[in-house]
């Protein structure tokens, strides 16, 4: 059964950093895409940044690039998302979403990131 269980978010004030994790289970980590998203309030789900299988490379939104980055750990079957410079407008619910070989995506629970003095 394949589960990702995202978990780091909190309040942060402006300017602060947060480090999000997603652990996964049930499947070869290495062979998924792997992706960040993010939703505020209100707002439609969007694309924070990606990773490719296998190595693949690694893209951002333009609104975090320079910002934040994500990381892999095929060992631990565990990706991040280090947030740095955070500022009200990144206050979401942030998922992590893994992508098969057949294009199934699988999705976790999200947590809350509240950027706020």
């Known amino acids: 059964q394949v589960q990702l269980v995202e978990s780091g978010g909190g309040l942060v004030q402006p300017g602060g950093s947060l480090r999000l994790s997603c652990a996964t289970s049930?499947?070869?980590?290495?062979?998924?895409?792997m992706s960040w998203y993010r939703q505020a309030p209100g707002k439609e789900r969007e694309l924070v940044a990606t990773s490719g299988s296998f190595g693949g490379s690694t893209n951002y939104a333009d609104s975090v690039t320079g910002r934040f980055t994500l990381s892999r750990d095929d060992n631990k079957s565990t990706m991040y998302l280090q947030m740095d410079s955070l500022k009200p407008e990144d206050t979401a619910v942030y998922y992590c979403?893994?992508?098969?070989?057949?294009?199934?995506?699988?999705w976790g629970q999200g947590t809350q990131v509240t950027v706020s003095s």
């Open positions: 979403k893994g992508v098969d070989l057949y294009l199934r995506d699988y």
């Open positions: 049930g499947f070869i980590f290495q062979s998924y895409e």
